[in-house]
Nanobody, 116 residues
Framework: EVQLVESGGGLVQAGGSLRLSCAAS????????IGWFRQAPGKEREGVAY????????GYEDSVKGRFTVSSDNAKNTVYLQMNSLKPEDTAVYYC?????????WGQGVQVTVSA
C-alpha cells in the first residue's frame, strides 16, 4: 500500500524557515515524481514544487522560486521541502502527492503557519 507521511510543519515568524519531510513507502521510489501542494483557508489547492527522484529534475511555482528548495534522499525514500524567507501568505496545509498512473496518492497534510 502506498503511503505518504508529511512532517515538519509548525508556527514560524515571517522571514523564518521550516523544512517539511515526506516519507514515501509502498512503491518504487525512483519510478515517480513527488509533488508538494498547499491549500490555504478558502482557497483551492495549488502546486508548490515537484522533484523527480530518478533525474533530480525540479520545478517550482512562481511565488516560491528562490525561497523554497525541494530535494530527495533516495536512500530514505524521503522528499524534503526547505522553505526560507517565509511570508504570511505561505500559511497553508502542505501535502505531498504522487501519481503512480494507477491512481493518485496524497499525504495527510501538515499545517504551516507564518505569523506577521
Amino acid at each position: 500500500e502506498v503511503q505518504l507521511v508529511e512532517s515538519g510543519g509548525g508556527l514560524v515568524q515571517a522571514g523564518g524557515s521550516l523544512r517539511l519531510s515526506c516519507a514515501a513507502s509502498g512503491y518504487t521510489f525512483d519510478d515517480y515524481a513527488i509533488g508538494w501542494f498547499r491549500q490555504a483557508p478558502g482557497k483551492e489547492r495549488e502546486g508548490v514544487a515537484y522533484i523527480s527522484s530518478s533525474t533530480s529534475r525540479t520545478g517550482y511555482e512562481d511565488s516560491v522560486k528562490g525561497r523554497f528548495t525541494v530535494s530527495s534522499d533516495n536512500a530514505k525514500n524521503t522528499v524534503y521541502l526547505q522553505m526560507n524567507s517565509l511570508k504570511p501568505e505561505d500559511t497553508a496545509v502542505y501535502y505531498c502527492y504522487v501519481d503512480t498512473v494507477r491512481r493518485e496518492y496524497w499525504g495527510q497534510g501538515v499545517q504551516v503557519t507564518v505569523s506577521a
